[in-house]
């Protein structure tokens, strides 16, 4: 890449690793020396909280603002009833009205950690695109909107593609996401001037539909950009751990969990996670990054710290990191750990140590707990755990117990 940004969101996007395309540089670079651009990114309601993997995207609008433009969060409430089919091999499971809104209202909570909402030229905006879409007439939408797509241009998109060669059924309905996603932008260009749609590199055939649609029906220029689809060191996916999704709102995944993810991740990883997940300045990401030994887990914990902060507080971090120390470094309980409270209906007779590793979310599964625990993995109050027969009754669990599975990942159990 060698084009050379005046503005500096666009220098912050390349100099942090956050850019992988851009429909165009100059256009978008020059636009942006002119004042708040009006950006947004937007969010399907399939659960009810983002991932990780969405922080890329999150931090983009945070830059954003802080550079002066004005970011647009784009609820999904209207796409989310038909589910974006891009690189998924099988159909999203249709979602009701009620799951959806109740999705879209855990969804809001992280955005006001990382965006200053309110009515000033760079505050954010939340919006909902049921707004417009709910409303279609499908006939006049046919006539002045799909009259402007080319089914052949989209069947050589590569998110349709790549389903259509695995002979894997691609519905009408999903076929449809691409181009209510190109009338979101077009109708966020109409009504507040947005001229710019980020998103991940396989958001790209979308936002140039939008790119697109717009220029034919509204005259307008608008501008896209897109950050690389980011695997770990080791080549897995971003925001998948071994415990499952790792969660971003702190009702499903606890904020020491969530700082232990970013403790956890591989030493080739920090240097580039600092960049992308916290504020810190770029010199500084490459000097912790570039440590090795033992120094490189301090600059591990430093990563925890910064991104804990910005999502759950500075309180929660530092909580966090306590409780590590006292795990870890003492050999103590840790009163911040993940707890898992069963009632005495739950135990009855007894409840056996494999249920009590796959509940505490240590194994994803019974024959995933009885691997560890064969493989000399698993731990029950520090002391190694070899019977996977083991059965716990209510009176065992009166006072909390600690399971380990490895070395740095612990829960504990009780009956509340």
């Known amino acids: 890449?060698?084009?050379?940004?005046?503005?500096?969101?666009?220098?912050?996007?390349?100099?942090?690793?956050?850019?992988?395309?851009?429909t165009d540089y100059q256009g978008l670079d020059e636009a942006l020396l002119k004042g708040a651009v009006p950006a947004y990114v937007g969010?399907?309601?399939?659960?009810?909280?983002?991932?990780?993997?969405?922080?890329?995207?999150?931090?983009?609008?945070?830059?954003?603002?802080?550079?002066?433009?004005?970011?647009?969060?784009?609820?999904?409430?209207?796409?989310?009833k038909v589910g974006d089919p891009s690189f998924r091999s099988d159909e999203r499971p249709l979602l009701t009205p009620e799951a959806i809104d109740e999705n879209i209202e855990g969804i809001r909570q992280v955005f006001a950690r990382y965006l200053d909402y309110g009515d000033g030229p760079s505050d954010a905006l939340m919006l909902n695109n049921a707004e417009w879409l709910d409303g279609l007439n499908y006939l006049e939408f046919l006539r002045d909107i799909g009259r402007h797509f080319s089914i052949n241009r989209m069947l050589s998109f590569e998110s349709v593609k790549s389903r259509l060669d695995r002979e894997q059924s691609l519905s009408f309905l999903e076929f449809n996401y691409m181009i209510l996603q190109a009338y979101d932008f077009?109708?966020?260009?109409?009504?507040?001037?947005?001229?710019?749609?980020?998103?991940?590199?396989?958001?790209?055939?979308?936002?140039?539909?939008?790119?697109?649609l717009t220029r034919r029906v509204i005259d307008g220029e608008v501008y896209g950009l897109t950050s690389p689809l980011l695997t770990t060191?080791?080549?897995?996916?971003?925001?998948?751990?071994?415990?499952?999704?790792?969660?971003?709102?702190?009702?499903?995944?606890?904020?020491?969990?969530?700082?232990?993810?970013?403790?956890?991740?591989?030493?080739?990883?920090?240097?580039?996670?600092?960049?992308?997940?916290?504020?810190?300045?770029?010199?500084?990401?490459?000097?912790?990054?570039?440590?090795?030994?033992?120094?490189?887990n301090e600059a591990k914990v430093r990563l925890?710290?910064?991104?804990?902060?910005?999502?759950?507080?500075?309180?929660?971090?530092?909580?966090?990191e306590a409780t590590a120390r006292e795990v870890f470094e003492k050999g103590g309980v840790g009163d911040d750990l993940p707890t898992l409270t069963l009632s005495a209906a739950d135990v009855g007779d007894g409840i056996s140590i494999v249920q009590l590793i796959v509940k505490s979310g240590l194994a994803g599964s019974g024959k995933e707990a009885k691997r560890l625990i064969a493989d000399n993995g698993a731990r029950i109050d520090d002391k190694p755990l070899t019977?996977?027969?083991?059965?716990?009754?209510?009176?065992?669990?009166?006072?909390?117990?600690?399971?380990?599975?490895?070395?740095?990942?612990?829960?504990?159990?009780?009956?509340?």
């Open 387 to 416: 019977d996977a027969g083991m059965i716990l009754d209510a009176n065992a669990l009166a006072s909390p117990i600690k399971l380990s599975a490895g070395k740095k990942r612990h829960a504990l159990v009780q009956v509340g």
């Open 233 to 296: 060191s080791d080549g897995k996916k971003m925001g998948k751990s071994a415990g499952g999704a790792v969660w971003l709102n702190g009702d499903m995944l606890s904020p020491y969990e969530f700082w232990q993810f970013w403790r956890n991740c591989t030493d080739a990883d920090v240097g580039r996670f600092l960049k992308l997940y916290t504020e810190l300045p770029v010199e500084e990401c490459d000097r912790l990054g570039a440590l090795a030994g033992s120094e490189i």
């Open 186 to 212: 077009m109708e966020l260009h109409r009504r507040y001037g947005c001229l710019l749609q980020m998103g991940g590199s396989d958001q790209w055939g979308n936002i140039v539909n939008g790119i697109d």
């Open 43 to 80: 969010y399907d309601a399939t659960a009810k909280s983002l991932h990780v993997g969405h922080l890329v995207n999150i931090m983009m609008l945070r830059w954003l603002q802080k550079c002066g433009g004005k970011p647009i969060t784009l609820m999904g409430g209207g796409t989310t």
């Open 304 to 320: 925890a710290n910064e991104v804990t902060a910005l999502l759950h507080g500075e309180e929660a971090a530092r909580n966090a």
């Open 1 to 22: 890449m060698t084009y050379h940004p005046k503005s500096e969101f666009i220098h912050t996007m390349m100099q942090r690793g956050f850019l992988a395309d851009c």
